[in-house]
């Protein structure tokens, strides 16, 4: 999941300035994460039109980011976009930039959240990083935890001399990372597997931007 933070009203306003603005929202990851879903596009609707704002129609896509369906959206909007001078998106960076890439009009697009991390939910509704799309993934060898994210410093090959009491000395209120992958590999019985060296990451695998193009079935 990707995790945003929704912009200050104050910057949203400032983004929109005299424009006439529709609104698109993310029901998917930014519903969860409560920065785009119908009641948040709702509120911010409700907020610029109290500023004097002209917003002509507002949606929710399921999933903005996915280009064959934000753009069958956004024609069954067609008259609201039109009448915009611009959109706000209330989602990720991918769907600020896919409702751009997929507007018919070529409206200026304004980003309505921050991204944040990709990140897991725990049963308590929390969102944590825990992925850092490296491009080669070592969670076979760690026993399901990633260093590369969850250890301060990167380290492939770990402690380092710097954890104390199984905290990590950058943030003293983390775990460190190498102390629950050994508590794991323990648990599962694979000790045995602390032995291997881990080479240094490929970083031509993180090349940015990437991307991956399916072969046909």
Known sequence: MIITKQKDLKELLDYVGDEKVFIVGCGECAETCRTGGEREVL????????????????????????????????????????????????????????????????????????????????????????????????????GGICPVTRCAKGILNGPCGGQNKGKCEVDKEKDCAWVLIYEELKKRGRLDMLKNYNKPKDYSKMNRPNRLILANP
Request: aromatic share 4%.
């Open 43 to 142: 509120k911010v609707k409700e907020e610029l039109e109290k500023a004097g704002k002209t917003v002509t129609g507002w949606i929710v896509p399921e999933a903005p980011c996915v280009a064959a369906k934000i753009k069958i959206d956004l024609a069954k909007n067609m008259n609201a976009v039109k009448s915009a001078d611009s959109i706000l998106v209330m989602a990720c960076g991918l769907g600020i930039q896919s409702v751009k890439e997929n507007d018919r009009f070529g409206k200026k697009v304004h980003p309505g959240c921050d991204t944040m991390f990709m990140g897991e939910i725990n049963a308590k509704g929390e969102f944590f990083e825990a992925c850092s799309a490296c491009g080669e993934c070592i969670l076979e060898l760690t």
